[in-house]
T-cell receptor, first 116, second 116 residues
Framework: DVKVTQSSRYLVKRTGEKVFLECVQD?????MFWYRQDPGLGLRLIYF???????EKGDIPEGYSVSREKKERFSLILESASTNQTSMYLC???????????????FGAGSRLTVL | AQKVTQAQTEISVVEKEDVTLDCVYE???????LFWYKQPPSGELVFLIR??????QNEISGRYSWNFQKSTSSFNFTITASQVVDSAVYFC?????????????FGAGTRLAVHP
C-alpha cells in the first residue's frame, strides 16, 4: 500500500517553541505539499515542493518554513509557534501531473497541533 | 480568482436516504480538473474522483455518482442509499495553475452524518 506517513498524530506545544512536523512518502513522488485544515475554511496550502531542495510558497506561508533535503521527506517548521497556529496539518504527495492540474494527491493521516 | 464553494456545511440523513453534496466553482482557465475527496473520522483524505473540464459525462461508481455541468460551474456528488460508513467530511477541489505550478484549491467541506 502506498503511504504518506506523518510522524506525530497529536502534539501539544507552548507559545514560542520551535515545532517540526515530519512527513515521509514511499511512492517516489516528486511533489509534496503541506496543508492546514480549519473548520469552515477547508484545506489551505502552506508550502509545496516539486523537487529536492526546492520549495514554493502556498497561500498562507507566513509563520512557516519547510525543508526538503531528500525526495521522500518534507518537513514543516514553525519557527516560533503561536496560538493561531493551532490546527490540523495535512501532508500530501503526488506524481508529476498528466496535464494541467491533474495531480491526484495522496494524503497522510494528519497532525493535530495545539499551541498553548 | 479560483474558488470552490460548498454551501452545505453539514448534512444529516437517515440510512438509505439519497443525499447530494453541492459544489460550485469559479475559474478562468479553460483546462482544469475537479476532484472529490472523502475524509473519514480517521483523518486521512481519500481520493474519490477526478474529472477534466472537457469531459462532462456523468459518472457512476456503485452508490456514488457525480454530475458535472459546465454551464452552471457545478460538480455535484450524490450518494444513493446512504450508509453509516458514508459519514465523513467531503471536499470538492479545483486545480489551478499558478506561477507555472499546479495546485489544488479546496472547498470548505461538507460534513455528512448518516444515522442508523
Amino acid at each position: 500500500d502506498v503511504k504518506v506517513t506523518q510522524s506525530s498524530r497529536y502534539l501539544v506545544k507552548r507559545t514560542g517553541e520551535k515545532v517540526f512536523l515530519e512527513c515521509v512518502q514511499d511512492m517516489d513522488h516528486e511533489n509534496m505539499f503541506w496543508y492546514r485544515q480549519d473548520p469552515g475554511l477547508g484545506l489551505r496550502l502552506i508550502y509545496f515542493s516539486y523537487d529536492v531542495k526546492m520549495k514554493e510558497k502556498g497561500d498562507i506561508p507566513e509563520g512557516y518554513s519547510v525543508s526538503r533535503e531528500k525526495k521522500e521527506r518534507f518537513s514543516l517548521i514553525l519557527e516560533s509557534a503561536s496560538t493561531n497556529q493551532t490546527s490540523m496539518y495535512l501532508c500530501a504527495s503526488s506524481a508529476p501531473g498528466q496535464g494541467a492540474g491533474a495531480n491526484v494527491l495522496t494524503f497522510g493521516a494528519g497532525s493535530r497541533l495545539t499551541v498553548l | 480568482a479560483q474558488k470552490v464553494t460548498q454551501a452545505q456545511t453539514e448534512i444529516s440523513v437517515v440510512e438509505k436516504e439519497d443525499v447530494t453534496l453541492d459544489c460550485v466553482y469559479e475559474t478562468r482557465d479553460t483546462t482544469y480538473y475537479l476532484f472529490w475527496y472523502k475524509q473519514p473520522p480517521s483523518g486521512e483524505l481519500v481520493f474519490l474522483i477526478r474529472r477534466n473540464s472537457f469531459d462532462e459525462q456523468n459518472e457512476i461508481s456503485g452508490r456514488y455518482s457525480w454530475n458535472f455541468q459546465k454551464s452552471t460551474s457545478s460538480f455535484n456528488f450524490t450518494i444513493t442509499a446512504s450508509q453509516v460508513v458514508d459519514s465523513a467530511v467531503y471536499f470538492c477541489a479545483l486545480s489551478e495553475v499558478s506561477g507555472g505550478y499546479n495546485k489544488l484549491i479546496f472547498g470548505a467541506g461538507t460534513r455528512l452524518a448518516v444515522h442508523p
